[in-house]
T-cell receptor, first 114, second 112 residues
Framework: AQKVTQAQTEISVVEKEDVTLDCVYETRDTTYYLFWYKQPPSGELVFLIRRNSFDEQNEISGRYSWNFQKSTSSFNFTITASQVVDSAVYFCALSEVGFQKLVFGTGTRLLVSP | DGGITQSPKYLFRKEGQNVTLSCEQNLNHDAMYWYRQDPGQGLRLIYYSQIVNDFQKGDIAEGYSVSREKKESFPLTVTSAQKNPTAFYLC???????????FGPGTRLTVT
């Protein structure tokens, strides 16, 4: 069975600090996709990134970066120089290739204070 | 503008009443999904549909029903059989094939 664990329930930082959100996953499949979503206070989930299991290259998009390590089954998300607008709940998710169900972690609430 | 709309944003019902939540998308996506979110928890899949006139149960389908008569629409009915219906409901769509899902703004249902 697939499972996604986000052990950090809530993280509080001060603006401009760097912060890393952890995601550990379990799957028996060799081919799968990993995702990160952001849920601001408005409630709508915003897609951030998709990574397939064959691509272990780290990705950077502005202040966001993702570290995918198959050896430790982790897909961690780092925000550099955090801003108040980054305050949200962040979800990591997993899906099998060709099987469209997403399995979500329980989310990490990030609070960035000025 | 392309996107997913859910209506209404807030919905209040009395216990014992069925209620239907609307979800419409104009992204021309084949697949659509319904999730339930409870406070402090992740999203749990209720139903999903990969094609018109076909849908499958997710992890928590009991007490819910859906239909997929049109590609653009995937309404969810919360029946009186659902023991604890108060929650935040999110609809999503996807082109399929492992692509990311795109979410609507959600409907917050309160049953008293």
């Amino acid at each position: 069975a697939q499972k996604v664990t986000q052990a950090q329930t809530e993280i509080s930082v001060v603006e401009k600090e760097d912060v890393t959100l952890d995601c550990v996953y379990e799957t028996r499949d060799t081919t799968y996709y990993l995702f990160w979503y952001k849920q601001p206070p408005s409630g709508e989930l915003v897609f951030l990134i998709r990574r397939n299991s064959f691509d272990e290259q780290n990705e950077i998009s502005g202040r966001y970066s993702w570290n995918f390590q198959k050896s430790t089954s982790s897909f961690n998300f780092t925000i550099t120089a955090s801003q108040v607008v980054d305050s949200a709940v962040y979800f990591c998710a997993l899906s099998e290739v060709g099987f469209q169900k997403l399995v979500f972690g329980t989310g990490t609430r990030l609070l960035v204070s000025p | 503008d392309g996107g997913i709309t859910q209506s209404p944003k807030y919905l209040f019902r009395k216990e014992g009443q069925n209620v239907t939540l609307s979800c419409e998308q104009n992204l021309n996506h084949d697949a659509m999904y319904w999730y339930r979110q409870d406070p402090g928890q992740g999203l749990r899949l209720i139903y999903y549909s990969q094609i018109v006139n076909d849908f499958q149960k997710g992890d928590i389908a009991e007490g819910y029903s859906v239909s997929r008569e049109k590609k653009e629409s995937f309404p969810l009915t919360v029946t009186s059989a659902q023991k604890n219906p108060t929650a935040f409901y999110l609809c999503a769509s996807s082109p399929g094939g492992g692509s990311e899902q795109y979410f609507g703004p959600g409907t917050r249902l309160t049953v008293t």
